[in-house]
């Protein structure tokens, strides 16, 4: 900080650039960090105890990594914990806090959501942004909440990819493709009833299908599950007058839980 800037309008500074969607802080000169590891000196290996059984060698194969690292996973908590180990997505290198969950395990219904945003990368909860309040007032509308004290209506939020891609951006296949086997085992660990996709990113993710116009509001069946694809909040911010779709969606979802 430049020693004639006082407190509040350095904060104020900041503030604005936020607001103008600087979402990074670059230092004023460039840092090659991919060159940083080999300048720091190499880890001193230890030898292994002599009676110490040789350890698996970890598949170099991300998606192979990744289902082996999610199978071993025996509950949540476990599971965050190999996300957070997980070497071999990047984006975990651009963001702030990996985003696992919100809402109550074991709730009926489980939502997916796509990547979070920026105000989700930094509390580490997904969809607390403008798309969660209006995601909440969605549920709210058919009685549900992430973390009802009462487990039928509860819900329970993911998202397809646990870090922030940069700038928002779509994810890259590969990047899903890695995240999926997190994705099948956190579905099969929450245990919810039915799945609700939200938007195109987590149909294509989940379903292998596109085309969320059309997709909307028709059960289909993954991961063992009933699954109802829903428009994503983002897009109803964007488009108000899809809400008469999403209220459709919502009804049908409620009559689901309620059958
Ligand atoms: N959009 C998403 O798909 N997920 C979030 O967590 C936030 C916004």
Redesign the pocket.
């Known amino acids: 900080m430049s020693p004639d800037l006082d407190p509040a309008t350095a904060r104020a500074l900041l503030e604005w650039q936020i607001e103008m969607g600087v979402d990074a802080a670059l230092e004023a000169r460039p840092v090659d960090r991919f060159a940083l590891p080999e300048r720091m000196p190499a880890p001193q290996r230890r030898d292994p105890a002599p009676h110490a059984a040789p350890r698996a060698e970890a598949p170099r194969d991300p998606i192979a990594a990744a289902e082996a690292a999610a199978a071993e996973a025996a509950d949540l908590p476990a599971l965050r914990e190999a996300l957070g180990r997980y070497p071999h997505c990047d984006l975990r290198m651009g963001a702030q806090n990996l985003?696992f969950a919100d809402g109550r395990p074991g709730a009926r219904v489980m939502i997916v959501?796509?990547?979070?945003?920026r105000?989700?990368d930094r509390s580490g909860?997904?969809?607390?942004?403008q798309?969660?309040k209006l995601?909440d007032r969605m549920l709210g509308a058919i009685g549900l909440a992430r973390g009802h004290e009462d487990a039928g209506r509860a819900v329970y939020?993911?998202?397809?990819l646990p870090w922030r891609p940069p700038g928002n951006r779509d994810p890259e296949p590969a990047e899903v493709a890695m995240m999926l086997p997190f994705l099948r085992r956190h579905v099969a660990l929450a245990a919810p009833e039915v799945l609700v996709l939200?938007?195109n990113?987590?149909c294509n993710a989940v379903l292998g299908k596109r085309g969320i116009t059309k997709l909307r509001g028709r059960w289909d069946e993954a991961m063992g599950l009933p699954v109802l694809p829903m428009l994503?909040?983002?897009y109803l911010l964007r488009q108000p007058h899809a809400k008469r779709q999403a209220w459709a969606d919502l009804l049908e979802l409620r009559a689901r839980l309620e059958s």
């Open positions: 985003v959501g796509e990547a979070p945003g105000e989700e909860r997904p969809f607390v942004g798309a969660g995601l939020i993911t998202n397809v939200m938007g990113h987590a994503h909040p983002a």
